[in-house]
């Protein structure tokens, strides 16, 4: 049977060189700030809604309220999706 080749590995790999910075920067800066103001947001109308017994922000919609607040919410975890 034949004897298979032996592949030689490089024993040292050097560091890379000092002007091959890498860049991290995304260009998604508005992400963050705007997922966090959706929380935010969202988190502020249902606190608002139950420390006021339902006569703010809108009362005519009732119980809905609670809704359009996790719809904040939800809407801040969709944005995060497109945090890097």
């Keep these: 049977m034949p ?3 032996i592949r030689k ?6 560091p890379p060189q000092k002007g091959t ?11 963050a700030p705007l997922m966090l ?8 109308w249902i ?5 006021t017994t339902g006569s ?5 919609i009732g119980n809905w309220n609670i809704v359009i607040g996790f719809g904040f919410i939800a ?6 999706t497109q945090w890097k």
């Design 75 to 80: 809407g801040g975890f969709v944005v995060s």
């Design 56 to 60: 703010y922000p809108v009362e005519a």
């Design 47 to 51: 606190v608002i809604f139950y420390v």
């Design 21 to 31: 910075a890498i860049k991290l920067h995304s260009g998604r800066g508005w992400v």
């Design 9 to 14: 590995k490089a024993d040292f790999t050097p």
């Design 37 to 44: 103001a959706l929380f935010l947001i969202g988190l502020a």
């Design 3 to 5: 004897k298979s080749r």
